[in-house]
C-alpha cells in the first residue's frame, strides 16, 4: 500500500484542562498513585545510600552514645564498645531496619514535596508559592529534632544506666538499643513538625490566629502530654527536653499566625471594591461616627 492509502495515524491527546482545576475521583486517585510512587523511589534510593553508609560511619554515629558511658557502667570494661546480637539472621535484618529508615530521612526534601504536590493543585495560586518553603523548612526542623535528640541522648544515657546502681553493668544487644536510638530522633524530629504544620494550616486560611490563641492553654497541655507518651524513656529530663522547645515554637507559631492573618485582613480591605465595574457605585458606611472623629472645617 502507497503512502497515500496509509491511515493517518491518530495522536493521543492529552485531555483538556478543565477551567476550574475540577478532578474526578479517579484522576484524583491516579495523582495519588503516581506521587506515592514517586515517593517509594526516592526512598528507595535513599536506603541504598543507607545501606553502604551503614559500615562507613551510620553504626558509628548511632553507637557513639554508647561508647561515650564510662567503662564501668559496661560489661566489657576494657574499653572496647561493642553491641550483642543474639542470632544468625539479626544483623541483617538490623542493617537492613537501619539502612530503611536512613533512607526515609535522606530523601525526606523528595517524599515531602510530592505530598505537597498533591496537595497544591487544590489551593490558591498565591498559597502554592509556599511549596518550597514548606520542603526546606520541614526538613531543617526535622534535622533540628534529631539533633536536639542526639544531644539528650549523649546526656541522658549515662544517667538512665546509673539508676540501677553501681553494682550493675550493662551489655545491650544491637538491636533494642539501635531500636531506642532511631524511636528518639524520629520521636523528637517528627515533634517539631507540629508547630510548623500548624503554621502551614494557617498560611492556606484553614487555622486562623483566633483559634490558635484561644487554645494556647490546650496546646501547651497536650505538648506536655504528647511529649510524655512519645519519648522513649519516659524520664522527666528527655520528656522537658522535647515539651520545652515544643511549646516556644508553638508560641512562635502563634504569633506568625497573627502577623499573616493581619496582613490577609489588609490586603482583603483593599481588595473590597476591585470587583466593582467603573459604572457602580460603591456601597456607603450608613453607620452613625462621632463628630469628635470628624475632620474640621475651615471659613
Not at 491518530?10 to 479517579?26: F, G, I
Not at 530521612?105 to 514535596?113: I, Q, R, V
Not at 526538613?139 to 550493675?168: I, N
Not at 507559631?253 to 490586603?267: E, F, H, L, N, S
Request: charged fraction near 20%.
Amino acid at each position: 500500500m502507497n503512502e497515500a492509502g496509509r491511515r493517518p495515524r491518530l495522536r493521543r491527546r492529552r485531555p483538556p484542562r478543565d477551567a476550574e482545576a475540577t478532578m474526578s475521583l479517579v484522576a484524583h486517585l491516579t495523582e495519588l498513585r503516581n506521587r506515592i510512587a514517586k515517593a517509594l523511589f526516592f526512598i528507595a534510593i535513599g536506603t541504598v545510600v543507607g545501606f553502604i553508609w551503614y559500615d562507613k560511619g551510620l553504626l558509628a554515629f548511632l553507637t557513639e552514645p554508647y561508647c561515650a558511658v564510662p567503662a564501668d557502667l559496661r560489661l566489657d570494661g576494657d574499653g572496647n564498645c561493642k553491641l550483642v546480637v543474639l542470632d544468625v539472621f539479626g544483623g541483617v535484618l538490623l542493617r537492613l531496619k537501619i539502612a530503611f529508615i536512613a533512607g526515609i530521612g535522606l530523601s525526606a526534601p523528595f517524599w515531602l514535596y510530592q505530598l505537597w504536590a498533591f496537595i497544591t493543585p487544590g489551593l490558591k495560586r498565591n498559597e502554592k508559592r509556599y511549596t518550597i518553603g514548606f520542603v526546606v523548612a520541614s526538613t531543617l526542623m526535622f534535622a533540628a529534632g534529631t539533633l536536639l535528640a542526639w544531644v539528650t541522648l549523649r546526656r541522658g544515657l549515662e544517667l538512665l544506666l546509673r539508676l540501677a546502681g553501681d553494682e550493675v553493668a550493662f551489655q545491650l544487644t544491637a538491636p533494642l538499643y539501635l531500636s531506642f536510638v532511631i524511636s528518639l530522633l524520629v520521636a523528637f524530629g517528627l515533634s517539631l513538625e507540629l508547630p510548623l504544620v500548624a503554621v502551614a494550616l494557617n498560611l492556606v486560611g484553614v487555622l486562623s490566629y483566633q483559634t490558635l490563641k484561644r487554645s494556647r492553654r490546650w496546646i501547651f497541655f497536650l505538648t506536655i502530654v504528647f511529649a510524655a507518651f512519645v519519648t522513649p524513656t519516659q524520664d522527666p529530663f528527655t520528656m522537658l527536653a522535647m515539651a520545652g522547645p515544643m511549646i516556644l515554637l508553638f508560641e512562635l507559631a502563634i504569633q506568625v499566625a497573627r502577623v499573616v492573618d493581619k496582613r490577609r485582613a489588609r490586603r482583603e480591605a483593599l481588595e473590597h471594591f476591585h470587583d466593582l465595574g467603573d459604572d457602580e457605585a460603591s456601597p456607603l458606611d450608613a453607620r452613625p461616627s462621632s463628630l469628635d472623629d470628624a475632620p474640621s472645617l475651615r471659613r
